[in-house]
């Protein structure tokens, strides 16, 4: 038969009480109950350290002056730079979209170092145009499906904060440049990377994590 064990006590000893754990009203709130501070928010905008963090909804901006974004023009059904007005005391590459049309939804083939951008708004057709460019140099988004020119690959620039470049299925390079009626254009055929081919690229923190 088994004995169990007991504390030893000597008569004349007055029972203890026994204590309960008091919490501690000092300390606030326990770390679990904290709500998630705005550098956690899955849908914060954050840039990619590598280039396969690229997917997801994707905020593609140049720094020129003024600062113009990679968009979707609905209203005339083609691709088209957005001028962009951060804050004054804003740095330019905490910018983030201000509208629907100004956010691409970047995919891949699994084990493919090369992106697909697609629209990530509605457009004329129903169906997601994709960003392409031909043996040109000429830079579209009117194509719904994917295919050689349609697919970018990533070249991310350390020394330029991180900001990256995209080099077609022809080996060429995206990039911001003037037209002759003076406005600005994307065109697809520069051989080297210079200010007008670095981008800032940005995605959501949760796509960044999966990654």
């Known amino acids: 038969m088994s ?9 004349g000893d007055k029972p203890s009480k026994k204590r309960k754990r008091k919490e501690r009203d000092d300390d606030g709130p326990s770390s679990s109950r ?3 501070s705005a550098d956690d928010k899955p849908e914060r905008w954050v840039l990619p350290e590598n280039a396969l963090e690229l997917r997801g909804p994707t905020f593609i901006f140049h720094p020129s002056e003024p600062p113009l974004c990679v968009s ?12 962009l007005s951060p804050a004054a005391d804003q740095p330019l590459k905490e910018c983030t979209p201000a509208q629907v049309s100004h956010v691409w ?9 090369t992106v697909n951008f697609r629209t990530g708004i509605s457009t004329s057709s129903g169906a997601p145009k994709f960003l392409g460019c031909d043996a040109h140099g000429l830079v579209s ?4 499906a994917r295919g050689p020119q349609e ?6 620039l350390p020394d330029a904060g991180g ?3 995209f080099q077609n299925s022809y080996g060429k390079y995206l990039s911001v440049d003037e037209t002759a009626g003076g406005s600005m254009a994307l065109r697809g055929d ?3 990377i210079g200010f007008a081919e670095q981008f800032w690229a940005k995605v959501q923190a949760r796509y960044k994590k999966e990654a």
């Open 3 to 11: 004995v169990r064990a007991t504390k030893l006590t000597f008569k």
């Open 72 to 83: 979707y023009d609905t209203g005339r059904s083609k691709l088209a730079l957005s001028a």
């Open 190 to 192: 520069s051989d080297t």
């Open 151 to 156: 697919e970018w690959t990533p070249v991310l």
């Open 34 to 36: 904290l709500s998630p």
């Open 105 to 113: 939804v970047a995919t891949r083939v699994a084990g493919a170092e």
């Open 163 to 165: 900001m990256v470049a």
């Open 141 to 144: 988004a009117d194509r719904e």
